[in-house]
């Protein structure tokens, strides 16, 4: 998993628990990096789980909330390196159905090693989008944050949820409505 993710994930803690939490998390989590991460290297996604767990125990907050929250707290980080990228969208939805086609395109560009998600569009109108997400890595929460942020990001409102009903071994897929 590239390095960007960790850096970003040090800072979320730092900024919503303090650097002590950080410092703590780091110490206590046994991680083969010794919790030095560069942006655009790669490492193991098990030292993404064992600061995320770690976190999650010493807040009794929930890893789908901490993955939600961080994926809103990484967006603007995106957008901030990546402006030239989105740049083409003029709405959220479009942003969002774009991402596999258009945006992941770009990002391979840049880091040819990415282990990216899919995002694949099931229907999509001017109100509602629904994709199946499919990952490697099970950060479901994480890109509804991303998704959530998206929304904020065009100045809309809306909702995104997880379709139960659809069979979890293809993915899970997402409905996102604008009020």
């Given amino acids: 998993m590239k390095g960007f993710i960790f850096t970003n994930f040090i800072e979320f803690v730092e900024t919503t628990h303090g650097l002590e939490m950080v410092d703590e998390m780091i110490t206590n989590c046994n991680l083969p990096s010794e919790g030095i991460y560069s942006s655009f290297s790669n490492y193991d996604f098990d030292e993404l789980v064992s600061l995320l767990t770690y976190v999650s125990k010493k807040t009794d907050v929930n890893p789908e909330i901490l993955l939600e929250k961080f994926g809103i707290f990484v967006f603007p980080y995106l957008i901030g390196k990546h402006s030239y990228i989105i740049e083409h969208f003029d709405n959220a939805l479009d942003l969002i159905a774009g991402i596999e086609n258009h945006i992941h395109i770009e990002v391979r560009k840049l880091y040819n090693d990415a282990d990216l998600p899919t995002f694949r569009v099931v229907e999509k109108t001017t109100k509602k989008l629904s994709v199946i997400y499919n990952s490697s890595k099970g950060l479901t929460y994480f890109a509804i944050g991303l998704i959530k942020e ?28 604008l009020n």
Wanted: aromatic share 10%; no cysteine; net charge negative.
């Fill in 150 to 177: 998206t929304l904020n990001h065009f100045n809309v409102s809306g909702a995104v949820t997880i379709d139960k009903s659809f069979d979890a071994k293809n993915g899970v897929k997402f409905d996102i409505e």
